[in-house]
């Protein structure tokens, strides 16, 4: 069955420096999102994206991060100096388009990001 | 304001018992869906719901909306020590096309073997 793909598993980074998690949609998904889960918390929206631009970002989503399809198959989160409450897991989505789909949305395994 | 909040927070059965979770919205949606989590694991996707649709069920999972009451109901039937896990409901943002999901802080059910 076709799945969501997310590296690194886990990344340990140092405070301030860049972080840049990857992600490999469904192929025939058009519709991409990450989310962050912050250990022991409930899964957070981050931002949407569609037609190679954003489509809809949360108030966490600020202008440290950023989000871009640079190839046809893999789909980015860049944090750019990264916090200590940056630490979380990351998890990258895909929806296929279709109203058939309604809003059915499939997640990769996460991306364990650790600030220290 | 809060969107899909789970009750309870936990639940510990008995592997064999039904296990019900409920979740309550605030906000007028199109449709609401159930996750699981495994311990550290991604979410998966196990049941969508149309606000047009009263239940829906699949396998041993039931779940039931109430549109009028906002609030949504998960069972799981016959549960197995491998239903262990974190479940969420969640609600899209918006009617758009791009819509993310809302997620609540999920009920931790365990199984009791």
């Known amino acids: 069955e076709p799945e969501v793909t997310q590296t690194p598993s886990h990344q340990v980074t140092q405070m301030g420096q860049e972080v840049i998690l990857r992600c490999v949609p469904i192929?025939?998904?058009?519709?991409f999102y990450w989310y962050r889960q912050i250990l022991g918390q409930k899964v957070e929206f981050l931002v949407s994206f569609y037609n190679n631009e954003i489509s809809e970002k949360s108030e966490i989503f600020d202008d440290q991060f950023s989000v871009e399809r640079p190839d046809g198959s893999n789909f980015t989160l860049k944090i750019r100096s990264t916090k200590l409450e940056d630490s979380a897991m990351y998890f990258c989505?895909?929806?296929?388009?279709?109203?058939?789909?309604?809003?059915?949305?499939?997640f990769g395994e996460g991306s364990w990001l650790t600030v220290v | 304001s809060q969107q899909g909040e789970e009750d309870p927070q936990a639940l510990s059965i008995q592997e064999g018992e039904n296990a019900t979770m409920n979740c309550s919205y605030k906000t007028s949606i199109n449709n609401l869906q159930w996750y699981r989590q495994n311990s550290g694991r991604g979410l998966v996707h196990l049941i969508l719901?149309?606000?047009?649709?009263r239940e829906k069920h699949s396998g041993r999972l039931r779940v039931t909306l109430d549109t009028s009451k906002k609030s949504s109901s998960l069972l799981i039937t016959a549960s197995r020590a491998a239903d262990t896990a974190s479940y969420f409901c969640a609600t899209p943002h918006s009617g758009g096309g791009a819509d993310g999901l809302t997620f609540g802080k999920g009920t931790h059910l365990i199984i009791q073997p």
């Open positions: 989505a895909s929806r296929p388009t279709g109203a058939s789909s309604g809003n059915t949305i499939y």
């Open positions: 192929s025939n998904h058009l519709y």
């Open positions: 719901i149309r606000s047009n649709e």
